[in-house]
């Protein structure tokens, strides 16, 4: 298809050099509307290629994720690249939903005693022994400010 556009495009546009530089300006005559069609053909084709190229970089970066998740407590690597990454991947965790969706104060505490006995740094750095403790804590804190919040909303008393 870009040979045929290219092929085309040669018999109907005009090379010009633009004055005292190095850059080229294509002039071409696309009153015919065959090369119209053939304009907007190409427009999206490379639109399209441009989705599709984020699509893969979308999907690429999920399966490095998950072969960091699989295969970290096998290696030892660090599932997580850095706290933010940390942060993200543990408000999506179970402990922390369980947390956040507590109907009253005794089920908050008791997911929340779940969710330490899980995401505590040095349970986790048995786990991940290659990650920094600035990361591991990362989970624990955010499930911390969770539970506080959620407390907060149901009027628990404190501890």
């Avoid at 899980?118 to 955010?142: G, M, N, T, W």
Wanted: a neutral charge; charged letters at 25%.
């Amino acid at each position: 298809a870009m040979v045929v556009v290219a092929v085309v495009l040669q018999r109907r546009c005009l090379e010009v050099s633009a004055p005292d530089t190095s850059r080229y300006v294509i002039t071409c005559d696309i009153s015919d509307p065959w090369i119209q069609e053939l304009r907007s053909l190409f427009e999206g084709f490379r639109a399209s290629s441009q989705d599709l190229k984020l699509y893969i970089l979308y999907l690429w970066s999920g399966f490095e994720q998950l072969r960091d998740l699989l295969l970290g407590p096998i290696f030892g690597w660090c599932p997580y690249r850095d706290t933010t990454d940390a942060l993200r991947i543990c408000s999506r965790s179970n402990v922390m939903l369980q947390v956040e969706q507590a109907p009253d104060c005794s089920s908050l505490r008791k997911a929340f005693y779940d969710g330490q006995r899980s995401v505590h740094p040095d349970h986790l750095r048995l786990k991940y022994p290659s990650c920094p403790f600035q990361i591991l804590e990362a989970c624990s804190v955010a499930l911390n400010a969770a539970m506080e919040e959620r407390r907060r909303i149901l009027g628990c008393p404190g501890r």
